[in-house]
């Protein structure tokens, strides 16, 4: 059991550094024409970008099933894709942009870290230039604002 709790809390660990990553080199890279409707005004409930939402659950679905299979750790892991997938959904969708009926609000100095880090994320319009990539993780908020002037100033050159 504790094995595999251990997998579960390492597979959430892996998924954010993946997915800052992914996020930073694929979703502002190759990927920004699915990713490009959330950094533009929201028009539906649903936009173009949650298709990594899908890829998402369709790994973790995969995983499961694979786990089924024989390989059991890999339900796990599944488990844990699928588990951030929900904490994504609750805190980007429902505390960052405030997507859902209910209005959530940060409770904790993390949470409220969390969300002006994406706040900062979303500060500038378009592709490039862009800080704070990661959804659970939050550099220093300074270190955020430096960052960005630091960009906006070479844009300007
Ligand atoms: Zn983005
Ligand atoms: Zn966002």
Redo the contacts with the bound molecule.
């Keep these: 059991m504790l094995f595999n709790l251990a997998v579960l809390l390492g597979t959430l660990v892996t998924v954010e550094g993946v997915g800052t990553l992914a996020?930073k080199y694929i979703?502002?890279g190759w990927g920004w024409w699915l990713?490009r409707s959330?950094?533009q005004p929201q028009l539906g409930v649903l936009e173009t970008n949650d298709v990594y939402l899908v890829a998402l659950a369709l790994i973790a679905a995969a995983l499961v099933a694979l786990g089924k299979a024989g390989h059991a750790p890999l339900q796990w892991v599944g488990a844990g894709v699928a588990g951030y997938g929900l904490l994504y959904v609750v805190a980007h969708d429902g505390l960052f942009h405030r997507h859902w009926p209910r209005r959530l609000r940060p409770v904790n100095r993390y949470l409220k870290r969390l969300h002006r880090a994406h706040r900062l994320?979303?500060a500038v319009k378009g592709r490039e230039g862009?800080v704070s990539?990661g959804f659970f993780y939050a550099p220093p908020l300074r270190v955020l604002r430096r960052q960005l002037r630091e960009r906006s100033k070479t844009a300007l050159k």
């Design positions: 996020h979703m502002h990713h959330h950094h994320h979303h862009c990539f």
